[in-house]
């Protein structure tokens, strides 16, 4: 429900804070005191359309914020969750709305949509007047009244459910059979680039490795010739080891002739010849290890070229050739198997159809039934409104050749205002004050079923006598048993069955500007105010004594 609303700056009000109870809330007060403001506060705060001459004068800006107790398990919790915003605690809609035009919204201090507000604003209140019954105003909602009067929500909801199964079926075998179609008319191209995919065979990964092994190769033997050369320099024809132990043999024999002068000299010459083997043996070492296979090169080099240039031609990178040959392997395996695939998918068409159009069929005589039980409910509440030459209906068409989400059915709701015309849409042959009248007496039928937790009634008792104001009293007193309902009203009967009374009136504030002031009233207060709405401008002690009458009646 609604538990606070706080207006700020807002045409004539300057500072409202306002905090509501459950049950019945009534807001009186003389014409042209602001009541139409504080709902278009409220509607500000619900995601109505917002607009800058709504800014107080002299503001910058408009600021209106309403509170809501919800329980954990309401479907407006669940809608706040699914746009992806925080739920703990109250639920807060607060709207900026600035003097030139631009406006800012937030749900619980988290910023968000216009649209994301509206929508919320629908889960949590309805605003009813004689001009703005969007319950009646819009047909889809005849049909949500009529399942929840019903408690028809989950047929509902699983015929929904199966229609989306059964446009699932249609759009797979829709798509399959494109798939078809076109494989079919590519078949031979399809055929031939799979044949040689096939023959490529391409491997994840395979140019990376080929490519690295290509380079370590090519590295390998250009090394390799330089080891070559070394391996030639030591061990080749001009190596200088076989002149060096030849000059080594013949100073070993020249050195006993002259003794100390050329041990030393030998001994260098035989260190060399030591050093010079070792090198040829290390150069002989990295010859095996540098040794490579230049067959393997070229098969390695036809192998990635082949891959680049099937890359080429088919306009894919390398990586995506084995992706390639899977749809295309596939996209054959569905024009082979295309007729087989297409009857299955026919079949599961034609058994989402069947699961539908049993649901639908079901659901439609649910809704049939229902519809003669909540037009025996409304016509129960409408002599009481002064519109017992009236007739109440649920028109419904059903026609199983146009499947909807919603089933089979379009519901509308139908009156007859006077016997013997012609019955029709409630919105084409009620007058303002009918509809209103048609609108309690649903709303009274369905009770809490179809309805948001806080209902707003905008002066639907306008235009009508005593008794009729009367019957409007009682039975919005009946709705507050099961739901909020706050109404403005000008007739002494509602006022008095209210558990909350508002006193709504304009005068100066501190600046001697003219404001609009909201107070909640004792019992001594709403005697005087009803005796004013039951006297006029002036106050008699008979009008007091009627109030206290109505007053004490409602008591009981």
């Not at 919790?77 to 709207?95: A, K, Y």
């Not at 391996?231 to 190596?239: C, D, I, N, Q």
């Not at 067959?295 to 088919?314: C, I, P, Q, V």
């Not at 179809?450 to 008794?467: K, M, N, R």
Request: aromatic share 4%; no cysteine; proline share 3%.
């Amino acid at each position: 429900m609604l538990s606070q609303l706080s207006i700020r700056d807002i045409v004539l009000i300057e500072r409202l804070d306002l905090v509501f109870d459950a049950g019945m809330s009534v807001l009186t007060g003389e014409t042209g005191a602001g009541k139409s403001i504080l709902l278009d506060a409220l509607s500000l705060a619900l995601g109505a359309r917002g607009d800058g001459s709504l800014v107080r004068q002299g503001a910058e800006r408009g600021q209106v914020t309403a509170v809501f107790d919800v329980p954990v398990a309401h479907p407006a919790r669940q809608f706040v969750r699914d746009s992806g915003l925080d739920d703990e605690g109250d639920l807060i809609l607060r709207r900026v709305q600035s003097a030139d035009g631009r406006t800012r919204v937030f749900l619980n201090d988290q910023p968000t949509s216009v649209a994301t507000m509206r929508e919320l604003g629908r889960h949590l209140v309805e605003i009813h007047g004689q001009h703005d019954d969007r319950a009646l105003i819009e047909t889809d909602m005849h049909r949500i009244l009529l399942d929840a009067f019903g408690g028809m929500g989950e047929e509902a909801r699983s015929v929904a459910g199966l229609h989306a199964a059964w446009r699932q079926a249609l759009r797979a075998r829709d798509a399959h059979r494109a798939k078809v179609e076109e494989a079919a008319r590519e078949a031979d191209y399809l055929r031939s680039s799979f044949a040689e995919l096939d023959q490529l065979s391409p491997l994840d990964g395979e140019e990376d490795e080929l490519a690295g092994r290509r380079a370590d190769m090519m590295r390998a033997e250009r090394l390799a010739s330089d080891i070559k050369e070394a391996e030639e320099v030591l061990a080749g024809p001009g190596s200088p080891v076989p002149l060096i132990s030849s000059l080594v043999r013949k100073l070993e024999r020249k050195s006993a002739e002259a003794p100390g002068l050329l041990e030393e000299t030998v001994e260098a010459l035989d260190g060399a010849l030591r050093q010079l083997g070792d090198a040829q043996m290390a150069v002989e070492a990295a010859m095996r290890k540098a040794d490579f296979d230049p067959h393997e090169l070229e098969r390695t080099e036809e192998r990635l070229f082949a891959l680049r240039g099937a890359s080429r031609k088919f306009n894919v990178p390398v990586s995506e050739l084995p992706a390639l040959a899977q749809r295309m392997m596939d996209d054959l395996s569905d024009l082979d198997a295309g007729e087989e695939k297409l009857k299955a998918h026919e079949i599961a068409v034609g058994e989402t159809l069947a699961a539908f159009n049993a649901a639908a069929r079901a659901l439609s005589d649910k809704r049939h039934h229902t519809a003669n039980a909540l037009t025996e409910a409304v016509m129960t509440e409408l002599p009481a409104l002064k519109l017992e030459r009236a007739a109440f209906m649920v028109h419904i068409e059903t026609d199983q050749d146009r499947p909807s989400p919603d089933g089979i059915d379009k519901v509308e709701f139908h009156v007859r205002t006077n016997p013997g015309t012609r019955a029709g849409p409630i919105m084409k042959v009620a007058s303002g004050g009918e509809l209103s009248r048609f609108l309690l007496a649903l709303k009274v039928a369905l009770a809490d079923r179809g309805s948001a937790p806080t209902l707003v009634f905008d002066e639907i008792d306008t235009g009508v006598g005593g008794a009729v104001a009367d019957a409007i009293g009682q039975r919005l007193k009946r709705l507050s048993d099961r739901v909020q309902v706050l109404s403005v009203t000008h007739a002494p009967q509602v006022a008095a069955r209210a558990a909350t009374h508002f006193l709504i009136a304009k005068g100066p504030n501190d600046a001697d500007a003219i404001a609009t002031k909201v107070t909640a009233i004792d019992a001594a207060g709403r005697r005087e105010e009803i005796a004013r709405m039951l006297a006029g401008a002036t106050v008699t002690s008979e009008a007091r004594a009627a109030a206290d009458r109505l007053l004490s009646e409602n008591a009981r």
